[in-house]
């Protein structure tokens, strides 16, 4: 088992609708989890940390389920520049990162 | 189904010598990405290419260089190393879906350990 799955997607979102999508991860000792955006071909940009009593971003909010090992994702009034691949990093003890495959997101007009 | 594949594995070298890292994407994918991750360090994001050219750059140092040839496969080379680059080396192929999305997935790594 892998220790950071996200479902791949393609999630195709209608302009303006809500899409949300989890991420699980098996080392129950994991602390820190980040959210990152990656457009095609270019570098990840780091969307938001995810901490354990969720938080917002604008249109954006990250939660945090330890029970379950999952942080979840939801975009809200999606945009078309919303259209990304969106990777969830979960880190255990000091320097162990671990990046998921992403979740494609595709938001159509 | 096949994966990304990165070669070696495993890699021990001393300071000031060179080293060629290995990546072949999966079948389809059009572009390569490193990434450098050290002990008690998050990932960074080194370079990228796409259809050969050079798509991103991160932080990638002079040191090092990095291309992507006629088959897709891309090498990092790294010259002049030093005990910093003790890390762990892993690639990602995509497959560009459109709309400004790729399918995107992790190869395996490759821990270069310098002496």
């Known amino acids: 088992r892998k220790e950071v799955e996200q479902d791949p997607g393609p999630f195709n979102v209608p302009e303006g609708a809500t899409v949300a999508f989890n991420c699980t991860y098996s080392?129950?000792?994991?602390?820190?989890f980040f959210w990152y955006r990656q457009d095609c071909r270019k570098e990840p940009k780091l969307l938001m940390s995810?901490?354990?009593?969720?938080n917002e971003d604008g249109r954006f909010t990250a939660q945090l389920n330890r029970a379950s090992q999952y942080i979840s994702l939801l975009i809200r009034d999606s945009k078309l520049s919303d259209s990304a691949t969106y990777l969830c990093?979960?880190?255990w003890g000091w320097g162990k990162f671990q990046f998921g495959a992403g979740t494609q997101v595709v938001v159509t007009p | 189904a096949a994966g990304v594949i990165q070669s070696p594995r495993h890699l021990i070298k001393e300071k000031r010598e060179t080293a060629t890292l290995k990546c072949y994407p999966i079948?389809?994918?059009?572009?390569v990405y490193w990434y450098q991750q050290g002990p008690g360090q998050d990932p960074q994001f080194l370079i990228s290419?796409?259809?050969?050219?050079?798509?991103d750059k991160g932080s990638i140092p002079d040191r090092f260089s990095a291309q992507q040839f006629s088959d897709y496969h891309s090498e990092l080379n790294m010259s002049s190393l030093e005990l910093g680059d003790s890390a762990l080396y892993f690639c990602?192929?995509?497959?560009?879906?459109?709309?400004?999305?790729?399918?995107?997935?992790f190869g395996p790594g490759t821990r270069l350990t310098v002496l």
């Open positions: 990602a192929s995509s497959l560009d879906l459109g709309q400004g999305v790729c399918e995107q997935f």
């Open positions: 079948p389809r994918h059009d572009t």
């Open positions: 290419f796409y259809e050969k050219m050079q798509s």
């Open positions: 080392n129950s000792a994991s602390q820190s």
């Open positions: 995810v901490y354990s009593s969720g």
């Open positions: 990093v979960v880190s």
